[in-house]
């Protein structure tokens, strides 16, 4: 080497050394505080100091209205800064987020809006279950620091506080945050109508109906509410609005409205801007509401996070200004939030409680067709899990009267639903975790089957029991007090019905399942109670469900209390009386095919206790076209022996036949939908390579025909989806699979721990909290090449 060169390499050897060794000294102090980014901005609150903003309020971590000033805003800034920054990758993550936040400094002198943008920046980055409450607490935060303590003038222009051109500039560096829908104002108001959901006349004015006033309502129990209603024909729907203010006070402070298109299942939401008050009373016009965009960049609320469920409203029952509603409120379908995409899509319904034995059964009333169903409450809804579900369930919250709290029902033993109570607030605490299909190699367990379950709750003098979850074509035997009472051989997966002695109070009631020599073990106990201890007061009166009947059509639906004698009225004789298993029958009433203006009523009976008489229901004209049905889902495999159809128009006669061998069978429902249609026995067989499916309805004239694919091939069979299990349980829930497949539920070592059908798998053993399942489905022999791999759930630390 030449000496002369040497001094000089020694000194960038040197050079080159030092700034490594700085370079990792500095990383590794980083990298080493699991909080902070920045040492100059500790964290000065231990838990977000926010839980949750509703209607431009903010609710500190007690749950309490905060008023937050300037000192506030800086200390929670901090702690979201030091929280996000530990969510992100250890190395690479960080080194990127401090380059981000010199460049926002570099273009934005306001130190809070520059804190602000850049929390935004760690959310879109770091990507928490809970990104949705936390861009709207950044956002409510920014929006009362720019309303009340910035001390400089902004732009008529700005975004935020910041100019149009620094978000261009910074957006050009790839500093990008957060994006939500652009529809807001007047473009949120179009795109709500197009959606078939109402836009409201102005609140307060002719068309809205004042219901009643509400004192101590859950978001503001300080403060008196009035519950307005609006109804509308075209498109079909309601708005509701809730004013709250200070007792004695005529200005509303708080002024939310929602609307639901109940034909389309759209919600549309609007709020007072936070700096506004309206007088009740007075007319105001819905564009000087908050709409769309607009809720998220004021940081309003994240209202689907809230308003989660079967429809977009938070009702309760036992308050007059409720029960005087008189628009439907409920939406054909799981009603869908027009709301940022950032925001919860209302996911669901949740199917935690199908496998949990309780005495109480919180969906007896929160079910389709009734109170409502629940959301995924362990897909990270935080303020339905901490504000509506666990206030309902308060009987210390001072709300409601007489019965503080909503749940359980006002008369009924708490103590009687405490396994669906705490199974429900379990998935509230869950971690979530998103599956992923997979290719699998795993071998079924000859020797392991699933049992089906006893559909409850089951009534003394009851004569008929269902089962749900059989395989198809297994034997299923039905015990009593251990006592073989009966077998059958399943055709569906969702209900088979027995005939069977009266049952009697203490009766403990079980089935298992021989599927090819196979018999599984025997199901969990279903203990007969009396149905005074659920119904005190006596048997309710059944109510017809769905009330849309149709002209043409024969048969319809009735809601009523499990195992009860059933008898249906028509134009107020000519009574049919049958026996009843679970709590919805359909029912084909004396006289039929029914006209229009036709009359229908029903009550009901068990053991020596008669109910009241149910609201009328009257047929009204069909429709004067029919759509074609729907294959749910559209695909059909070899082995298939079960179909599901939607689309379907309330009391048609559906047909389903195969394009080679003609009609099949048909089906008349009162309902748009139907699970489970046995194509194998008319057929003579499974599907099989080369069949193709078709359905037509008809009801006072004839729809148009719709057709499936060809029978596809055994390798494109799809992985089931199941929901996300939580430690301890002994069961999944299945959320999709093809109609008659079984579903086989394997664990991480490839050891098969349950082998049935239907929506709930029966396990032998408990998961435990991180490891992983996999579900895959079979249909006839054809059993899929992926499954759907998803991690057990575990509880959140408090």
């Not at 309303?147 to 560096?173: E, N, T």
Request: some cysteine; hydrophobic content about 40%.
């Amino acid at each position: 080497m030449d000496n002369s060169f040497f001094p000089l390499y020694r000194k960038i050897t040197i050079f080159l050394t030092l700034i490594f060794l700085c370079a990792n000294a500095c990383s590794q102090s980083v990298l080493a505080n699991d909080r902070l980014i920045f040492a100059k901005y500790p964290a000065t609150f231990t838990e977000d100091p926010i839980s949750f903003v509703a209607h431009g309020t903010m609710m500190g971590a007690d749950g309490q209205p905060v008023e937050p000033d300037a000192a506030f805003i800086e200390r929670a800034q901090r702690f979201y800064m030091a929280d996000l920054s530990a969510k992100l990758n250890r190395k690479t993550g960080l080194r990127l987020a401090e380059n981000r936040f010199m460049q926002i400094q570099a273009e934005i002198s306001d130190k809070t809006l520059a804190q602000a943008l850049y929390i935004d920046w760690l959310i879109e980055a770091a990507n928490p279950v809970d990104r949705a409450n936390l861009t709207n607490n950044n956002a409510a935060l920014r929006h009362v620091y720019l309303k009340k303590y910035a001390r400089q003038k902004f732009p008529d222009d700005a975004i935020a506080g910041i100019s149009p051109d620094i978000w261009k500039r910074l957006r050009d560096r790839g500093i990008r945050t957060n994006e939500a829908t652009s529809a807001g104002g007047a473009a949120y108001i179009k795109e709500c109508a197009a959606a078939g959901v109402p836009v409201p006349p102005p609140i307060f004015g002719p068309g809205w109906i004042f219901r009643d006033e509400i004192e101590k309502e859950f978001i503001s129990w300080t403060s008196v509410s009035d519950l307005w209603e609006y109804s509308s024909s075209s498109p079909a729907g309601v708005c509701l609005a809730l004013p709250r203010s200070p007792k004695g006070s005529k200005e509303a402070d708080l002024l939310g409205v929602i609307c639901l298109g109940t034909e389309t299942s759209k919600a549309c939401f609007w709020d007072n801007p936070n700096d506004k008050t309206f007088t009740k009373g007075v007319p105001v016009d819905i564009d000087q509401f908050v709409g769309g965009f607009d809720l998220v960049a004021n940081g309003q609320g994240v209202c689907s996070d809230c308003h989660a469920g079967e429809n977009p409203y938070v009702i309760h029952p036992e308050m007059s200004a409720f029960s005087s509603i008189t628009s439907n409120v409920y939406p054909g379908s799981w009603y869908q939030p027009l709301v940022a995409a950032m925001w919860p899509q209302n996911p669901g319904p949740t199917g935690v409680l199908s496998g949990v034995s309780s005495t109480g059964k919180c969906d007896s009333c929160h079910k389709q067709g009734g109170n409502g169903r629940f959301p995924d409450v362990s897909l990270a809804l935080p303020g339905y899990c901490d504000f509506v579900l666990k206030n309902a369930l308060d009987k210390s919250f001072p709300g409601a009267s007489p019965n503080p709290g909503t749940m359980p029902p006002y008369g009924a033993d708490p103590a009687d639903y405490t396994a669906h109570i705490n199974r429900l607030l379990q998935a509230c605490d869950n971690y979530p975790s998103v599956g992923e299909e997979v290719p699998v190699d795993v071998k079924d367990d000859p020797n392991l089957i699933s049992p089906p379950q006893i559909i409850e709750p089951l009534y003394a003098c009851a004569s008929m029991v269902s089962v749900k979850g059989a395989i198809y074509g297994a034997k299923v035997t039905l015990f009593i007090n251990g006592t073989d009472v009966g077998s059958l051989i399943a055709h569906s997966t969702v209900q088979e019905t027995f005939n069977v002695p009266d049952l009697v109070v203490g009766d403990v009631v079980e089935t298992l399942q021989d599927f090819n020599g196979v018999v599984s073990a025997m199901s969990a106990k279903a203990i007969v109670k009396d149905h005074q201890v659920d119904f005190p007061a006596g048997l309710p009166a059944p109510s017809m469900d769905p009330t849309l009947i149709y002209e043409c059509a024969n048969n319809i639906a009735v809601r009523h209390v499990p195992g009860a004698k059933l008898t249906v009225y028509s134009n107020g004789g000519s009574p049919v009386t049958t026996g009843t298993s679970t709590d919805w029958t359909s029912v084909w009433p004396a006289i039929r095919p029914f006209t229009v203006g036709q009359s229908f009523t029903a009550e009901i009976t068990l053991c020596k206790d008669q109910s009241p008489l149910s609201a009328a229901a009257n047929a009204v004209a069909a429709p004067a076209t029919l759509s074609a049905p729907a294959f749910v889902p559209p695909n059909i495999y070899p082995g298939q022996q079960l179909v599901s159809l939607q689309n379907l128009t309330n009391g048609s006669k559906t047909t389903i036949g195969e394009m080679g061998t003609g009609d099949l069978t048909s089906i008349q429902v009162p309902i748009s939908w139907w699970p489970d249609i046995d194509i194998a026995q008319p057929l003579g067989r499974a599907l099989q390579s080369g069949d193709q499916l078709n359905a037509r309805q008809e009801l006072c004239t004839k729809g148009p025909e719709s057709e499936t694919p060809l029978v596809g091939k055994c390798e494109e069979l799809p992985a089931p989806k199941i929901q996300q299990p939580i430690n301890g349980d002994t069961w999944v829930v299945v959320t999709e699979s093809v109609p008659s497949a079984r579903i086989h539920i394997y664990d991480a070592n490839g050891i098969e721990i349950g082998d049935g059908s239907g929506t709930v798998i029966t396990l032998t053993r408990a998961v435990m909290a991180g490891e992983f399942l996999t579900a895959v489905q079979q249909v006839g022999e054809c059993t899929g090449r992926t499954g759907y791999r998803i991690q057990v759930g575990k509880n959140r630390q408090k």
